[in-house]
Nanobody, 120 residues
Framework: QVQLVESGGGSVQAGGSLRLSCAAS????????MGWFRQAPGKEREGVAS???????RYADSVKGRFTISKDNAKNTLYLQMTSLKPEDTAMYYC??????????????WGQGTQVTVSS
């Protein structure tokens, strides 16, 4: 069974920080790319950050300098460290695997999502 399980979401004030985690099965973890995506109510899903199997990372312009994607091979876990959070970062955040960069429609496996709410 293929699974991605996110955790770490919550409510925080603007300027605060959160770290999201995504525990993956070993099979998924060996895929080409993994990424974090988000979707706010009434908006389309958008790419936040992605990391390739060689460790190359990409970020949406809106989060560059504030968010950091990383992975721990030993723990089969993907992370998203979020700092200097803004109210516009409020969304459901999803972990995804087996896709291409931050093209969300290309990803084959998705977690259930974790809510991030940033208050002003």
């Amino acid at each position: 069974q293929v699974q991605l399980v996110e955790s770490g979401g919550g409510s925080v004030q603007a300027g605060g920080s959160l770290r999201l985690s995504c525990a993956a099965s070993r099979y998924i973890y060996s895929s080409t790319s993994m990424g974090w995506f988000r979707q706010a109510p009434g908006k389309e899903r958008e790419g936040v950050a992605s990391i390739d199997s060689d460790g190359s990372t990409r970020y949406a312009d809106s989060v560059k300098g504030r968010f950091t994607i990383s992975k721990d091979n030993a723990k089969n876990t993907l992370y998203l460290q979020m700092t200097s959070l803004k109210p516009e970062d409020t969304a459901m955040y999803y972990c995804a695997a087996d896709g291409v960069r931050m093209i969300w429609v290309s990803y084959n496996y998705w977690g259930q999502g974790t809510q991030v709410t940033v208050s002003s």
